[in-house]
């Protein structure tokens, strides 16, 4: 039990994952979204900000930066994971720096039409989408792919839905004794309030729990809660379900 770190190229399905393991009850980070990298000068490790324009945003650009990972900030988390299980979602130019800090690296693959789509297709940011950025990204699944398999991380093809994505990853993971075997379906009925205090607990306890289900009044039907969980109606067919 403890941090394990969930790469893989950009639009891969990271984030998604996260979101994920997040409503099944684990506790999961995002490396970009918790301000653990950001883009520096490769010479003079200088923080730096992206470019807005697309014109900026050149292959001389991208040849002088790199998105790094600061490993300040994944020791503490490490630190803070001992005694149970911490995902890390994310992609950085340094890897290399920070593995040993994982108890497990798990990579996520995925086949270039599949991936061109998706990040064509996604809308929480641009990255990827001039010709400059997705040739570093085919660039990258080569490159990352190589290097994941030479330090021994679990390879995950994500093309499948993210619950069959999540239920290989965290299968290996309990074969290896990285995370304990999830079993139980946990709802919780009413006081959608206190659900983020509930999913705390269960992390604290490290409780095997394979997905936490809200169910509340009719005026909170369809309400996004901590983690991507969804409020959904209470009947029997839902709790058998």
Avoid at 93 to 113: I, K, P, Q, R, S
């Amino acid at each position: 039990m403890a941090l394990v770190y969930v790469t893989g190229v950009p639009g891969v399905g990271k984030t998604t994952l996260q979101r994920e393991l997040s409503r099944r009850g684990y506790e999961a980070y995002g490396a970009d979204a918790d301000g653990m990298t950001s883009w520096h000068n490769k010479s003079t490790r200088e923080l730096v900000e992206r470019p807005d324009g697309a014109a900026e945003r050149n292959e001389e650009w991208y040849e002088d930066h790199e998105w790094r990972i600061s490993r300040k900030q994944v020791k503490k988390l490490a630190k803070e994971a001992e005694g149970r299980t911490v995902f890390l979602c994310g992609t950085n130019a340094n890897e290399g720096e920070v593995w040993d800090l994982f108890a497990a690296t798990v990579c996520l693959t995925l086949d270039e039409e599949t991936l061109k789509r998706r990040v064509e297709a996604r809308m929480s940011h641009d990255f990827g989408k001039l010709p400059v950025e997705w040739e570093n990204i085919l660039a990258w699944r080569i490159t990352s792919s190589e290097a994941n398999t030479r330090l021994g991380s679990i390879m995950v093809d994500s093309a499948p839905p993210v619950a069959t994505v999540a239920d290989t990853m965290l299968e290996v993971l309990a074969e290896k004794g990285v995370v304990p075997e999830r079993k139980y379906r946990v709802a919780v009925v009413g006081a959608t309030g206190q659900v983020g205090a509930l999913l705390r607990l269960l992390r604290e306890r490290n409780f095997p729990v394979s997905e936490v289900v809200p169910f509340a009044a009719e005026r909170s039907l369809g309400r996004e809660l901590l983690g991507g969980l969804i409020v959904q109606g209470l009947s029997k067919a839902a709790i058998q379900g």
